[in-house]
Each structure stands twice: as C-alpha cells, then as structure tokens.
C-alpha cells in the first residue's frame, strides 16, 4: 500500500517512464483465482520472465513448517516465495516483515514466522545465507514499518534500468544510499539534541525526543528526515520519536509496557546511546552542552 | 506579579525550605523505568499546591548528589536560562546545582 503513494518517481512513473511491465500487485493486479495461479506458474516455470520479484510480508512456517497459516492462490506462500526466488532475476525484500521478520517474528513467533534473508539480525532466514537471485545478488533489503514509498521505486528503477549490480548494500544488506546515514539526518530538532534540551511530551515543537521520549533517531539507519513522507514531514519533525523500524530488532523491548515511548536509562543514563558515543563522552558532552545552551534553545522557534 | 516574579518568589521559597533540612527521598534512586514510572506517579496524584510533598517524593536536595556529582545542571529536564525543571510532573524553578532522584541526562 505504501508503494501507491510513491511519487518520486511514482507508480504509474513505472509504468509509463520506465517500461515496467508489473505483472502483479494485491492492489493493481487482474488476474483473481485461477488466472492468477495460472500467472505465477507460468513465472515459476520460466515460460514468463520474472525480472523482478518485490516481496512484502513474513515468511509465515507455521504449523510445523508447513507454512499452512498463510496460504496464497491455492498453496502455503512460502512455497510460491521458493519457486518464485529461484527464477526471478533480483529479488527486493520490502518492509520490516520481508526483511527480518517483523513484527510476527518476535518472540515467542507463534507464526514461526521469518524474513527471506534475515530473522532479525540473524542472517538466513527462510532462503539461507548462500541464496543468490539469478543475477548473482542476494535480497535487496528495503526495511520500514512501513518503507518508504520512494525507496521501493527507487530501488525497483535502478534494478530496471540495469544498474542493479551497482547498488552498494551493508551487513543487513539495506541498500547504502538509503541506510547509511540516520533518521537524525536532517532532523529539526537537532539544535536541541545538540544543546541536551528535551521534548517531555509529544507535539512539543521544541526539543529533542531522544532524552526522554524514546526516540531511536540517533542510531537508526534512515533517510526519513533526508527523503520526507509525503513530501512533507517526517515522525520527528511532528513530534512523535522514531521507533527505529528499519533496524532488524524492530519492535524494541519485545513492546513492554512502558518501553515504547520511554528512554530506557540505567541509573538516569540512555541505556542505548547514540551509534559511536562512549557512556564517558556522552557525560561530559551533556555537561559542556548544558552550560553553553543559548537561551533560544529553551523555547519554541517555530512560530505559525 | 510577573511570571518571572512567581518564578522568583517559589525559587526562593523552596531553597529556604531545603535549607531548614527537609528531609527528602533521595533513595531508592529509580534505576528502571518502572521505578521512575512509579516516582511519576505517586507525584501526580499529589494536590498541585502541596509543593512540600513534590519536593520530599521527588528527593530534592540542594546540592550536588553522589561521587559523580551529579546536578540540575545536566539533567535533560533543566531548562539552564529558566531556572526550571520542564519534566511535567515536577515543573518547579531550580537551581543549577541542586539534584533530585529524577535525574536524567
């Protein structure tokens, strides 16, 4: 769904700009019951070209690694997700569930539920570390809760267009252009990180929502403040703290009561620091931080 | 009175009642959130006015606190220019050296 609202370069863009012959989507699709079978059998068996599979959802295994919980146009979908990986040309894992699991697979994973390469930071995941699409390339992970929309086309066009080989990935194998820089990346409020002022309740304009509010922004690969939602904003932005859903431990703290929204601290000390900073060096920069702070700092700049 | 006058007038009130030796709750310091939680709770069921028992629940204390000395000064709720402890349930004028057991950074 988030893939409709893509708009640089958006749906129809791949269509009408890019050639992109998509063969199926849940939304835009044509082929219902039997025709649909009769689609993706033909792409199983090679007789259609399968250029790119773009996969959403968790590899559900239950009951018993039957997969049967999730049954897709006649069979378990992990079975279509298998025959499908083996011919398609790339293979993009999209939002959190495809990528590492998601939600489903946190524990205890009743679902026994998994990513195509990844169970959260584990690598495997259903196809196993050594799966290759037919160009040579493992799943293109593209993470989110949801992803955003532009890094799905994005992805899909430059793969399209024959640089797929070129796309660079990390260790989660996100693509780097996208997961190399944080969500604090063009943050608004950085002025107020910088100066160790906090936001104390949410849609306050001024502050920062890592102290206390739990915002993961500091070391959660995203452009989500670089490559804005809709165009327009992003969470932190609007005052609501990132829940780092691009990061494989998603959702953090298995969702305990009182974790979500809260700056976990030990002894009144963010347990999770910002990616690189020392317990040390953190004391000591909120120190320093605290007694130059301007007095601007302290109030709302954004004035409507 | 101007806020900044009130703002004054209860600064000044509370260091006279800390320095008359109230005896505040400085222990057990809330290592969890659950703790800390808890802390915020007890305060908000306080009467807004009742600014003696804010001050014991939260284990104000007029000077630095332990061997790290920690302060108001670096505690993300400290608003340096204000004078003023922003967490809501608090939300009184204090000094930059003072600590409570609410203490973050």
């Known amino acids: ?304 | 009175m101007s806020g900044s006058e009130k703002d004054s007038a209860l600064l000044q009130l509370i260091t006279q009642t800390l320095e008359t030796g109230l005896q505040t709750q400085t222990e057990p310091f809330p290592e969890t959130e659950v703790l800390f939680g808890e802390i915020l709770t007890q305060l908000r069921h306080l009467d807004p006015d009742d600014l003696k028992s804010k001050l014991v629940i939260g284990g104000f204390i007029n000077h630095p606190y332990g061997p790290d000395k920690q302060r108001c000064l670096e505690c993300m709720y400290f608003l340096v220019h204000r004078k003023w402890c922003d967490l809501p349930e608090l939300s009184v004028p204090v000094d930059a050296e003072w600590w409570c057991r609410l203490w973050r950074i």
């Open chain 1, 1 to 304: 769904m988030s893939f409709l609202n893509a708009e640089e370069p958006s749906a129809c863009d791949l269509v009408t700009d890019f050639g992109i012959n998509i063969l199926w989507h849940p939304s835009l699709g044509m082929e219902l019951g039997d025709n649909l079978q009769k689609l993706l059998k033909s792409c199983a068996s090679g007789q259609t070209a399968l250029d790119i599979l773009v996969f959403e959802g968790s590899v559900v295994n239950a009951p018993g690694g039957t997969g049967e919980w999730n049954r897709f146009a006649g069979r378990a979908m992990k079975d279509w997700v298998r025959d499908l990986c083996k011919v398609a040309t790339f293979v993009v894992a999209v939002g959190d569930c495809a990528t590492w699991g998601g939600i489903p697979a946190t524990a205890p994973n009743p679902s026994e539920s998994q990513g195509l390469q990844f169970l959260k930071r584990k690598a495997g995941g259903f196809l196993g570390t050594q799966y290759r699409s037919k160009a040579g390339l493992p799943v293109i992970n593209v993470p989110g809760c949801p992803a955003h929309p532009d890094w799905i086309t994005q992805i899909v066009v430059a793969v399209a267009t024959g640089r797929g080989g070129e796309i660079a990935l990390d260790d989660f194998q996100r693509p780097k252009t996208f997961f190399t820089s944080f969500t604090q990346t063009g943050c608004t409020r950085n002025m107020h990180f910088a100066y160790k002022v906090s936001a104390t309740e949410f849609g306050q304009r001024k502050g920062c929502l890592f102290y206390d509010l739990g915002c993961r922004g500091p070391m959660t690969h995203s452009p989500c403040n670089r490559i804005l939602w809709n165009r327009q904003s992003s969470k932190t932005r609007a005052g609501m703290p990132c829940l780092g859903c691009t990061e494989p431990e998603f959702p953090f703290q298995d969702l305990a009561p009182g974790t979500v929204f809260k700056t976990q601290t030990v002894m009144g000390i963010p347990k999770d620091m910002p990616t690189g900073v020392e317990k040390s060096g953190y004391i000591k920069l909120t120190s320093a931080a605290k007694a130059a702070s301007p007095r601007w700092a302290e109030e709302d700049l954004f004035v409507v």
